[in-house]
């Protein structure tokens, strides 16, 4: 079931180059549909209770260095699994009919299927190809599909993420080579290498090999200057992916490898990590206001919200790290949101520049509605899906440290003077004669945005749709860093991080 859902979009895409172009748009919305309809069936159908992994298939690929192909998921993965489909789905439906689109669509399936592959994979060895190979389809997004300077921003992403990537895979290597050493085996089984013992400073050298990969694709500062150039240059359907999937490979990294394999190492420095999660979440929410373009404030409140999800990750307790999770899917629904309430008023206006509007509330009030709520969601309102995230990884960031918790809080101030002034300008005010004949949303677009705005709604007043399944997979985290530790001030410390938390 699980490769079924990792390579029927792949399979579907190639058969996507018979399609007449035409009938492209319907036959990706087709397939990414029936994706999702598959993950939801494996939320209502599969028993996640006592197993780390659920749905694992295996099978040998080079039984000489025991490298396999070897998959699974517990609800981590799963609901990132479904965040994936759902957004994939919303994309393609959303797009224009204008123009060629075949090429474009067959890059969004495979993208897709390249991206379950990285939430589903526990072979090492497979989860390194599966993480390569997603930047091959988003680089002919950006780079065929962008605005005028698209080769730039194409060939700037591809660099960074590859290169980062080159430190994962000399880590994986020695990973694998220790295993050689204690066992007489090669081995890139991930379950295998929850059973190594690691020394404190190996760990540290491992974790930061890992911290270069994870850290430019999550962006972390100073790493993130690919990504408005990326956001800027993409196409609406582009960014929309980027921001709301591509950029949790980088934090689901830190959950399902950082964590657990270097518990020591992640406590000694997660002061470090927080640190530049603060001055992320900090500089990225003042660039964002000093933006002139829509979609580069979003873009910029991408990276500070992207900080928020790290102390989560970083206060290394329940509470924050199920918070970050949460958090995850947040960010992926509200940005997603934003990036398409940007792509519908480029296409009527040929503009994204904040001075070119105002007044659009009475002339497009559907849309000045649904961009609300989303406005909403992004600086955190109470009752809206952007509150619980960020409440409760700042929670647990507390428990850790009260100044990370207090200067991570400032993104919520600040977050709500960029957007609500980004919201007035566009908005209020005297509306220019040019844009009195904008055309408010069309039912395609309310489809695809309606849905957001549901979720938004929703899941802010009934998180534990998602945090309850997320629990015992959180648990088991934890309690592999407590496991795993090689010292016991280690232990000790979580222990005393996570006594009596729940979700």
């Given amino acids: 079931m699980l490769s079924v859902i990792i390579f029927f979009p792949a399979i579907s895409a190639i058969l996507g180059f018979l399609i007449e172009n035409k009938s492209i748009k319907f036959y990706g919305a087709s397939i990414a549909l029936i994706e999702l309809l598959l993950a939801i069936f494996i939320c209502v159908n599969v028993d996640f209770q006592g197993y780390d992994f ?75 190809s ?60 991930l379950l295998d290498w929850y ?15 890992f911290f270069f990969a994870f850290g430019v694709k999550t962006p972390l500062f100073p790493f993130h200057t690919w990504l408005p150039y990326a956001h800027g240059q993409a196409p609406t359907i582009g960014s929309v992916l980027l921001a709301s999937v591509l950029l949790k490979m980088g934090t689901y990294g830190f959950v399902r490898f950082s964590l657990p394999l270097f518990p020591d190492a992640s406590l000694l420095l997660s002061g470090f990590v927080c640190v530049i999660a603060i001055v992320m979440i900090i500089y990225a929410a003042l660039v964002a ?4 373009d ?32 949460f958090l995850m899917i947040s960010h992926g629904i509200v940005s997603g949101a934003l990036f398409l309430l940007v792509g519908v008023i480029y296409e009527r206006a040929h503009t994204k520049e904040i001075c070119e509007f105002g007044g659009l509330a009475k002339v497009m009030p559907k849309y000045a509605l649904i961009f609300f709520i989303a406005t909403l969601a992004s600086i955190g309102l109470p009752l809206t899906i952007g509150f619980v995230g960020e409440f409760l ?45 904008l ?65």
């Fill in 289 to 292: 206001y000093a933006q002139s």
């Fill in 54 to 128: 659920v749905l694992t298939h295996q099978v040998s690929l080079i039984p000489s260095l025991n490298i396999s192909y070897f998959v699974g998921i517990d609800t981590i993965s799963l609901v990132l699994i479904v965040l994936s489909a759902f957004m994939s789905f919303i994309s393609i439906a959303a797009l224009s009919d204008d123009g060629n689109l075949k090429h474009l669509v067959i890059s969004v399936l495979f993208l897709e299927s390249t991206m379950m592959g990285v939430f589903s994979a526990l072979d090492m060895i497979l989860f390194y």
């Fill in 294 to 325: 829509m979609k580069q404030v979003i873009a910029y409140s991408s990276i500070s919200h992207m900080g928020v999800i790290m102390l989560g990750i970083f206060s290394l307790n329940l509470i924050g790290l199920g918070g970050s999770i």
């Fill in 195 to 209: 059973k190594l013992g690691i020394g404190e400073n190996a760990q540290i050298w491992l974790f930061l090999a």
């Fill in 439 to 503: 055309k408010d949303l069309n039912f395609k677009e309310l489809a695809a945005l309606v849905p957001l705005c549901l979720l938004i709604i929703i899941l802010g007043i009934a998180p534990n749709l998602i945090l309850k399944p997320l629990e015992p997979s959180v648990q088991n985290i934890i309690s592999k860093m407590q496991t795993r530790a090689v010292n016991s001030d280690t232990k000790d410390k979580i222990s005393s991080l996570n006594g009596g938390s729940k979700l």
């Fill in 130 to 189: 599966f993480w390569e190979l997603s930047l091959i389809p988003l680089l002919y997004i950006i780079g065929a599909f962008g605005s005028k300077n698209r080769i730039y921003a194409a060939i700037k992403f591809f660099i960074y993420t590859f290169l980062g990537s080159v430190f994962m895979l000399v880590a994986i290597i020695f990973i694998g080579y220790l295993c050689y050493q204690k066992s007489g085996v090669f081995s890139f089984n």
């Fill in 393 to 437: 990884s700042l929670l647990g960031v507390f428990k850790l440290n009260k100044l990370f918790a207090l200067l991570g809080g400032f993104s919520i101030i600040v977050g709500a003077v960029y957007m609500l002034v980004l919201y007035k300008r566009v908005f209020f005010g005297e509306c220019k004669e040019k844009n009195l004949s």
